[in-house]
């Protein structure tokens, strides 16, 4: 047995290299061609071609002349001349091809015409305006097919289900090189939303329903679809849950959505670890009990612990219109942060209303009561704040995970008094912005923070509420939290007032890598003696699957308590905005 399975391994090698050898090794030569469009397409042609037994026979070179001709005509040039020649042995062949190209066919009549309900689309006629194809263009049928797809995909976004090409046409007139290319697209109808519908009961139903911004009878949009459904998604109802056109043969006009989902467990949990420069090892817990009852209210609970900050918090979320954006929240927390010269505990409790404006800045009012305690610098305090307040975000980006364009605002402001059972009276404004744009692949990106606290003195703000700064997220070069004013001692006791800026350009090296060089500059101070802190440096930035992955050196240019010279590694992974 064990020698008849030797022998058929034996006889299967010999089988492969008899194999391998049947085939000779081709090499092209291209001779002539004086357009590196042109000669790149014949090489991918060619390379198509199956490995011959042998090159100098007259099948195989019609295939190469064939192939040549298709790769020069889809270009747009129709009087190729082709020379070819065969040398050397059968098992190492070289197949020269001299060519002459001839002159280009232009396009002397381009006749675009939309037919149907949709001959006023803004989306298609700006497809039509831009077409790829230009009268006196080269006839480049790459570009020719390009934008009949391009007709055809939007037209199915927008609802135009039956779109068809009633003409589409090139001609060619060989004897003078000019063609006209007819493409006569007719739309069809366009198809409306119609009702939702269920595949099963569902608890969740009626927040479906709430989170639903368009009605039976609004043109079909497959982008407003795909927001339906990520914002499903994101209530964190569902297991999973997809929203779908339940397109028939013989459809009527408003087309029902398909509503197939199932809830998520009672009780779901997950766990973390991770790693910054700011805060060294950081490990994170979290709790979710999506669906507490028919009303849709939810509890999630976060315990989140590195070496400097300790926190839990605890939030029971209650819909008044939609899960996701309009809601109250009951938030309550615990900190413990030992970092710096800053050794302190806080309890907070909040209560807020949360709403999406009309123009997408998410709203919210809360009243918050803040109790804590502990040491900044060299002075204990204690103190104990109500404080009503509003905030106001706005986050929008393109390009996916990782981002081509962005801008994230936030703005807030909150105060206390002791005519409500406040220690101490003080008002907070706080508001930041970060833009990112993309040129040519160059990425810009520019973060702005402003913050104030208007206050007897700084002593009777909490260290919460104070103003820190320097390390990943705000003056790179510095650590964490190690720039703000200083007692007569040296020790740190935060500040009233915060500027900061920075600015980042990014350099593409790769398709995924890019190059950085930044600036930041800032200053945190109760009186506006302290000078500005200045951080430079360099960095990697690699556009990873699970978003942007980001590596810095930077060094402080002045203001250290460090010696000037010494660089501060900053990695940060997760997205911009």
């Known amino acids: ?68 001709r298709q790769a020069v005509t889809a270009l747009g040039y129709y009087e190729m001349q082709l020379k070819i020649d065969v040398t050397g042995e059968i098992d190492k062949q070289t197949v020269t091809l001299t060519i002459n190209i001839g002159e280009p066919t232009r396009i002397s009549a ?127 109802y569902f297991k999973n849950i997809a929203i779908v056109p339940k397109i028939q043969k013989k459809q009527e006009r408003q087309i029902p959505l398909l509503v197939v989902a199932s809830m998520r467990p009672k009780d779901s949990f997950g766990a973390g670890l991770g790693i910054s420069t700011d805060e060294g090892i950081r490990s994170k817990f979290r709790w979710t009990r ?33 899960p996701l954006y309009h809601y109250y929240s009951l938030q309550s927390g615990y900190k413990m942060v030992n970092n710096n010269d800053t050794d302190t505990t806080q309890y907070l409790l909040t209560v807020g209303r949360h709403k999406r404006l009309q123009d997408g800045w998410l709203r919210n009012i809360f009243i918050s009561y803040d109790k804590e305690f502990g040491k900044q610098g060299q002075e204990d305090f204690s103190s104990q704040l109500i404080m009503p307040g509003i905030s106001f975000s706005r ?69 919460s509420m104070r103003f820190f700064s320097g390390g990943d997220q705000s003056i790179r070069g510095y650590t964490y939290e190690s720039i703000a004013p200083e007692d007569e001692d040296g020790f740190l006791i935060g500040g009233q007032y915060l500027v900061v800026q920075s600015v980042e ?23 506006f003696d302290e000078s500005v802190s200045v951080g430079s440096g360099i960095g990697a930035v690699w556009s990873s699957p699970v978003g942007p992955i980001r590596f810095y050196l930077a060094a402080p240019v002045n203001n250290s308590n460090d010696s000037i010279d010494k660089w501060t590694i900053h990695f940060m992974i997760g997205p911009e905005l």
């Open 505 to 527: 350009y990014r350099f593409p090296i790769t398709q995924n890598w890019k190059l950085a060089t930044f600036i930041d500059a800032g200053t945190v101070t109760s009186n």
């Open 110 to 236: 381009l006749n675009l015409k939309l037919i149907g309900e949709g001959r006023r689309d803004p989306d298609l006629l700006k497809i039509v305006k831009n077409f790829p194809l230009k009268e006196n263009d080269i006839l480049h049928h790459g570009k020719y097919e390009e934008g009949k797809s391009q007709l055809k995909k939007l037209a199915r976004r927008n609802g135009y289900f039956d779109s068809k090409f009633e003409k589409s046409t090139v001609e060619v007139v060989s004897e003078n090189n000019k063609a006209t290319v007819n493409i006569w697209f007719d739309t069809g109808m366009r198809y409306q939303f119609g009702q939702l519908k269920f595949s099963s009961d569902l608890p969740a139903a009626k927040f479906i329903y709430a989170l639903q911004k368009f009605k039976a009878g609004d043109p079909y949009d497959a982008r407003v679809l795909s927001k339906f459904n990520a914002e499903a998604n994101e209530t964190g």
């Open 290 to 322: 999506p669906w507490v009852n028919k009303y849709g209210h939810s509890i999630v609970g976060n315990v989140v612990a590195s070496l400097p900050r300790q926190e839990a918090s605890l939030a029971y979320n209650i819909p008044i219109d939609d």
């Open 1 to 68: 047995m064990t020698i008849m399975k030797i022998f058929k391994a034996v006889f299967l090698l010999l089988s492969l290299v008899v194999h391998v050898n049947l085939y000779a090794a081709v090499n092209f030569v291209l001779n002539d061609v004086d357009n590196s469009d042109v000669e790149d397409n014949i090489t991918v042609f060619l390379n198509a071609l199956s490995q011959p037994t042998d090159a100098n026979n007259p099948s195989y070179l019609q295939q190469v002349s064939n192939s040549t």
């Open 395 to 463: 986050n929008r980006s393109r390009g996916g995970i990782n981002a081509t364009w962005g801008e994230a605002l936030q703005f807030s402001l909150k105060a206390s008094h002791e005519s409500w059972l406040s220690s101490s009276n003080l008002f907070k404004i706080y508001g930041s912005s970060k833009f990112l744009r993309t040129y040519n692949n160059h990425q810009f990106i520019s973060t702005t923070e402003l913050g104030g606290v208007y206050t007897d003195s700084i002593d009777d703000v909490p260290s």
